[in-house]
């Protein structure tokens, strides 16, 4: 038996997620379009994530890419929305994270159980200035 194929655009990402996921992904993907419509969808990381952007690096080593700014995973325990980018020397989901919702915080990724858990303007808002970040030529992105 072979594994099924990793999905290769954000619609066969998000039909290929079980009821109820896929509708709170289908939300929250259509929210961050309306949101930030510059940043382009993708699946990223080997189909693990829809991600939006991209946002191209290059370290002082010389090694470069792209990698997308926001994005969203349905992981198995929760939802992850993933949202680079820094405000006053912290990343933007941690100077939120006391008005994010019942959600827990790392350097750039909010996780969820449910899409009613997080408050999704404040989530918006995030996804809004980290755009708005990369519209105006911010290279600070890194974790």
């Not at 109820?20 to 693990?48: C, D, F, M």
């Not at 792209?66 to 941690?94: F, M, N, T, W």
């Amino acid at each position: 038996m072979s594994p099924s194929p990793k999905p290769t655009t954000p619609a066969a990402y998000l039909a290929a997620l079980s009821e109820p996921r896929r509708s709170e992904l289908k939300t929250l993907h259509a929210a961050i379009r309306r949101t930030a419509p510059r940043l382009k969808p993708h699946v990223a990381y080997a189909g693990t994530m829809i991600g939006y952007g991209p946002y191209h690096y290059k370290y002082a080593s010389g090694r470069e890419g792209d990698c997308p700014i926001v994005a969203i995973s349905s992981r198995a325990q929760y939802i992850s929305l993933y949202v680079l980018g820094h405000r006053g020397g912290k990343s933007l989901a941690e100077a939120a994270k006391a008005r994010l919702g019942k959600v827990s915080v790392g350097k750039a990724c909010i996780r969820f159980k449910k899409l009613t858990d997080l408050n999704l303007e404040v989530a918006l808002e995030l996804v809004r200035e980290a755009s708005a970040l990369l519209d105006n030529g911010s290279t600070d992105f890194s974790l």
